[in-house]
């Protein structure tokens, strides 16, 4: 169990954390988005690939996101497109709504502790900050992050709905090269080999 003295965290953020393996701004992003996108688009946690969720980076977010959404590479349903950009789409197939959740704006510190933050994130900035600063700046915005309105973090919107495929299925037949089976819609189609062998003999 997390023990936190500034703010008891609900169960749906603990979870995410004993998932992750630690409490970070990063993960309670994704918390945060997932939290919103269930209200606003009155889902629940999927089973299947009901929801879908397009990441725009691969940071800790997406550990809150697989937790309450239900969404992971293996069904499928969370796709990941690393641009490096804390933005987050969420789908529902049953209702054919989007939204979109995009940070527009520098974070800013709202909590209880402005003058200990500053200090943090100055040592932090310096690269003067020792573990236990770095443990404890993480702390403080993350519970700040878990705290603050939504729409102070995040530029909310609906957006068209583009028709996500369900996660394709294929037979699998060995590499012409290795041997090993490979999806057969990821052969490259040249060599009849899977794409490391592809690769090898192309270098």
Known sequence: MIVNREAAMDTDLE??????????????????????????LEIDRSADEEVVAVCENDSCAVDGLQVLLGTSAGKGNLIVKDYGK???????????????????RAYTYKGPHPDEFAAL????SDKTATPEQLKRQKYIKAMDLATQPIDDIF????????E????????????????EMTMATKMVRETSACIPCSEKMTS
């Not at 804390?86 to 527009?104: D, E, L, M, P, Q």
């Not at 994130?121 to 932090?124: I, L, P, R, T, W």
């Not at 996500?164 to 041997?179: M, R, T």
């Open 155 to 162: 530029t909310i919107q609906e957006t068209p709905w583009v």
């Open 15 to 40: 979870s995410c954390v004993q998932f992750h393996g630690h409490l970070c701004p990063g993960v309670v992003y994704g918390y945060r988005v997932a939290k919103e996108a269930i209200r606003r």
């Open 86 to 104: 804390n933005v987050y789409t969420v789908f529902s197939r049953k209702t054919g709504k989007a939204i979109r959740f995009s940070r527009t």
């Open 121 to 124: 994130e100055k040592a932090v």
């Open 164 to 179: 996500i495929p369900f996660a394709p299925l294929a037979p699998s037949v060995p590499c012409a090269i290795c041997g």
